[in-house]
């Protein structure tokens, strides 16, 4: 198992560590990352409707986007 630490620099890499972070624990059937708001909630549906079964263990996260200063 590799073990070695996912250093996170932008949001590519901040999806290298959650893929990693989903590897060590094990068992995970589907990774996906899901879009904050409205969008988020469409694509949730469409995944437990259409692509995820029953038996699967799921990991999902979105990443907040925030503004870094304010008008």
Same mark, same amino acid.
């Given at each position: 198992?590799?073990? *070695?630490? @996912?250093? +996170?620099?932008?949001? +590519?890499? !901040?999806?290298?560590?959650f893929?990693?972070?989903s590897?060590?624990?094990?068992?995970?059937? @589907?990774?996906?990352?899901?879009? @904050?708001?409205?969008?988020?909630?469409?694509?949730?549906?469409?995944l437990? *409707?259409?692509?995820?079964?029953?038996?699967?263990?799921?990991?999902?996260?979105?990443?907040? *986007?925030?503004? !870094?200063?304010?008008?």
């Open positions: 198992m590799n073990t *070695e630490m @996912v250093v +996170i620099k932008d949001l +590519i890499t !901040l999806e290298e560590f893929k990693h972070a590897q060590t624990l094990g068992g995970i059937d @589907v990774f996906q990352h899901i879009s @904050v708001g409205p969008d988020g909630l469409q694509e949730m549906g469409h437990f *409707e259409k692509t995820i079964r029953p038996d699967q263990l799921v990991c999902t996260f979105q990443v907040a *986007e925030t503004p !870094l200063y304010d008008n």
